[in-house]
Nanobody, 116 residues
Framework: QVQLVESGGGLVQAGGSLRLSCTAS?????MGWYRQAPGKERELVAA???????YYADSVKGRFTISRDDAKNTLYLQIHSLKPEDTAMYYC?????????????WGQGTQVTVSS
């Protein structure tokens, strides 16, 4: 069983930046970040494979950067130019697969709130 612990969320003004972190209990192949806003479905915003191939949702391209440090078993999501519509609970997820959406293991989430 893989345990994932997120950190780095908070309240930030529009236009600001945040870096989310997710520490895993062991090294795992596919990792990613999802978000869920109130009343909306959970969506995959970014993912990264073990060979650092990345995926971004169209809504975040150019503003979000996903990266990983396998020496620290840590996944990051750097967010720039935050918008109020980025307000959501952000979840770290991982998978033993190195393809497809990572969704076998989940963290508890970290809240990001963007004020206008």
């Amino acid at each position: 069983q893989v345990q994932l612990v997120e950190s780095g969320g908070g309240l930030v003004q529009a236009g600001g930046s945040l870096r989310l972190s997710c520490t895993a209990s062991l090294t795992i192949n596919g990792m990613g970040w999802y978000r869920q806003a109130p009343g909306k479905e959970r969506e995959l915003v970014a993912a990264i494979s073990s060979i650092k191939t990345t995926y971004y949702a169209d809504s975040v391209k150019g503003r979000f950067t996903i990266s990983r440090d396998d020496a620290k078993n840590t996944l990051y999501l750097q967010i720039h130019s935050l918008k109020p519509e980025d307000t959501a609970m952000y979840y770290c997820a991982a998978s033993g697969r190195d393809y497809g959406p990572p969704d076998d293991y989940w963290g508890q989430g970290t809240q990001v709130t963007v004020s206008s």
